[in-house]
C-alpha cells in the first residue's frame, strides 16, 4: 500500500525536542484540565457569597482561559507536532494551533489585569 512503510510509520514518532513537548504536554493537559475545572466548580457551586464580587468572574474567566488552553491549544500542539509536513492538513492545523495559542494566551493576561485593576485602591 505504502512505497515506504517506514518513512509512513515515522511520521508519527516525536524526535529530539519534540519528545519533551509531549512530556511536558501530557503533564500538563490532566492536570491543568482538573485544577481549572476544580476552580470553576468552586467558584460557581461552593462560594455563593463570592459569586457577586468582580474578582471572582475575573478568576473564573482566568479559569476559563486556562482550561481552553489545556484542552484546545495543548492537544492541537502535540497533534501538530506528533505529524510531519506531508500531513495533508498540516498547514491549516498550524494556523488553528496558533489562532487558539494567541487568543488564550490574550485572555489569561486581560483576566489577569482585570484582577489587578480590580485590586487597586486608589485613595
Sequence with gaps: MFRNASRQEDMF?????????????MIVIPFGTL????????????APK??????????????ISDLMFSVITLPLRWIQHSLRA???????????????FYWTFF???????????????IK
Design 13 to 25: 514518532l516525536p524526535s529530539g525536542p519534540q519528545t519533551l513537548n509531549f512530556v511536558v504536554s
Design 50 to 63: 463570592l459569586r457577586g464580587d468582580a474578582t471572582t468572574k475575573f478568576v473564573i474567566n482566568l479559569a
Design 107 to 121: 485572555l489569561s493576561l486581560f483576566s489577569l489585569t482585570l484582577v489587578s485593576l480590580n485590586r487597586l485602591k
Design 86 to 100: 506531508n500531513y495533508k492538513l498540516s498547514n491549516e492545523l498550524c494556523r488553528l494551533q496558533q489562532v487558539t
Design 35 to 46: 485544577a481549572n475545572a476544580l476552580v470553576i466548580i468552586s467558584l460557581l457551586k461552593y
